[in-house]
């Protein structure tokens, strides 16, 4: 019987260091604002978070670092949201100031260019 629980025990231990590994690169995604990777690695929340779940449902890892990574999890997803709306407004803002540099260089050509007489 000891096999078995230590069996069990062991998966709800490498489903802990699975989400934490994916947690470290989602980490590490955001804080080089790598938003291909962060899309990229989302995709592997759910599936790291599911055997998660079951692992505490199977009673093979107890509630309390389940708990706390899924407020990590939480806290970093609010963090990311952050981070992509902070990204989004300087691309918009380099978005301006390239159609307000756009605009005087043809307001420039027009005026220094010569008109027929």
């Not at 230590?6 to 699975?18: I, K, M, P, Y």
């Not at 989602?26 to 592997?44: F, H, I, P, Y």
């Not at 759910?46 to 449902?57: C, D, F, Q, S, V």
């Not at 670092?65 to 709306?85: H, I, K, N, S, Y």
Request: with cysteine.
């Amino acid at each position: 019987m000891a096999d078995s629980q230590d069996g069990s025990r062991s998966e709800g231990q490498s489903c802990l260091a699975n989400f934490d590994q994916l947690m470290a690169d989602l980490g590490s995604a955001l804080a080089n604002q790598d938003w291909d990777a962060l899309v990229s690695l989302s995709a592997g929340v759910k599936p790291a978070t599911e055997p998660l779940i079951a692992a505490l449902e199977d009673g093979k890892i107890e509630p309390e670092p389940v708990r706390t990574r899924l407020e990590e999890l939480r806290q970093f997803l609010d963090t990311a949201g952050e981070g992509a709306a902070r990204a989004k407004a300087e691309a918009e803002q380099a978005l301006k100031g390239v159609n307000r540099n756009r605009s005087a260089a043809k307001a420039y050509q027009n005026v220094s260019t010569p008109r027929p007489k």
